[in-house]
């Protein structure tokens, strides 16, 4: 998709992908022939830079043909850089500015707290974002309502846009704990504890959950990982053998 698209952000949908797809084949109480269904449980991709990995595994679960994502970043194609919402069945939320996608979450936790719904509400944030001031407001909001229906997912794959991320958001764990939040740390590579973990949500009662999915940027792609030109530059003809080679080497 990003070599057909001439799109960036590769390694950013890469670094999610095993999150997106233990998500979706696992956790989230959804059914693909029934979209619109009330009592779903939402996804939003707070981090929508890397809606590749997204639109690919909506496709993977059903969602929509996998034709479909041949239309990404195309003109009048269905899938944009960014997720624009009900441009195909199952996403439901514009994101891509980021620090916002929280805030949403929130509010559709409370909406489903208030309405007597019993859908949950996940959020998968970038680590990057979590230096937005409205990420920290929504976890305040959250932590104080005793939002137990809210899961966020934090990226933390150790890059911004503009280099290493850690300096200034550790420790992470403890600062979503002093608002309100139950926490756990996990490889976010690792389908078994992935699994496990979102098996788990909600950690405690009356406390929103976090988890810290400890990722690499580029993931599966030697010469993308932790390499930050990936976040900028779409993949060349030679690039793309590189890459497909590697990972259907992996797989077999």
């Known amino acids: 998709m990003a070599h057909a698209g001439r799109t960036p952000h590769v390694a950013s949908a890469l670094s ?140 933390f794959n150790k890059w911004s846009a503009m280099g290493r991320t850690g300096s200034y958001l550790e420790p992470l764990a403890d600062k979503w704990k002093a608002f309100g939040w139950s926490c756990t740390e996990i490889d976010g590579h690792d389908a078994d504890a992935l699994g496990a973990t979102f098996a788990r949500v909600p950690f405690e009662p009356s406390r929103p959950a976090v988890i810290i999915a400890h990722t690499i940027k580029g993931k599966g792609v030697s010469f993308m990982e932790n390499n930050l030109e990936w976040h900028y530059r779409p993949p060349n003809d030679n690039d793309l053998k590189q890459a497909l080679e590697e990972i259907e080497g992996r797989e077999s």
Request: charged share 25%; hydrophobic share 45%; glycine share 10%.
């Open 16 to 155: 999610c992908a095993d999150v997106l797809a233990a998500l979706y084949f696992g956790a989230l109480r959804i059914d693909p022939s029934t979209p619109e269904d009330e009592e779903r449980d939402r996804f939003i991709l707070s981090k929508g830079h890397g809606c590749m990995a997204l639109y690919a595994t909506l496709a993977e679960r059903g969602f929509f043909p996998e034709e479909v994502l041949e239309e990404y970043a195309r003109d009048g194609g269905r899938l944009a850089e960014h997720p624009s919402p009900r441009c195909v069945p199952g996403l439901d939320a514009a994101t891509g500015s980021l620090g916002h996608g929280l805030s949403l979450g929130a509010g559709l936790a409370l909406a489903a707290k208030i309405q007597e719904q019993s859908f949950r509400v996940f959020v998968l944030l970038s680590d990057a974002e979590c230096a937005e001031g409205s990420v920290w407001e929504a976890a305040l909001f959250a932590g104080s309502r005793g939002l137990d229906n809210l899961v966020a997912i934090v990226d």
